[in-house]
């Protein structure tokens, strides 16, 4: 688990880790989460937040197996149940320290966050078409 942890300190370090319910929220409202992260021990109605910002943000939504209080101290917080990873590289490296902890559990989250990422990578290999005047 700490090894989970330490991913997840890394990406706060790298500014690509919202943490906490409000800056999570709004990385999915803004469309910029890629995952969204809740603590094991969250309240019911952090996870119903939860549940809500990762449909509105098109992300995905993973329970971690730790406490607020192990998350938070990760992050420099006293506690914290929820947090949004916001770069895919950093999602997929979380997503896979999960899957090799419990694949039943986290291996289908780890299939979708390589498609996005394969997909972002053609995406950026593709040409872009300059916008101009067009030919007669």
Not at 2 to 31: F, H, P, Q, T
Not at 113 to 128: F, G, S
Request: glycine fraction near 8%; charge should be positive; charged fraction near 30%.
């Amino acid at each position: 688990m700490d090894n989970i942890l330490s991913m997840a300190g890394l990406a706060l370090r790298a500014g690509r880790l919202e943490v906490g319910d409000e800056a999570a929220s709004d990385a999915c409202r803004e469309k910029r989460c890629r995952l969204l992260l809740t603590a094991c021990g969250a309240s019911e109605n952090a996870l119903r937040r939860a549940e809500r910002c990762a449909q509105e943000g098109q992300c995905l939504l993973l329970p971690l197996p730790c406490s607020k209080e192990e998350l938070g101290a990760a992050l420099g917080r006293g506690s914290c149940a929820m947090a949004a990873v916001t770069d895919l590289g950093f999602a997929l490296a979380l997503a896979e320290k999960l899957a090799a902890r419990d694949p039943a559990r986290y291996g289908e989250a780890v299939e979708r966050l390589r498609l996005k990422a394969e997909r972002a990578a053609q995406r950026r290999q593709a040409p872009r078409k300059r916008p101009g005047r067009k030919k007669k």
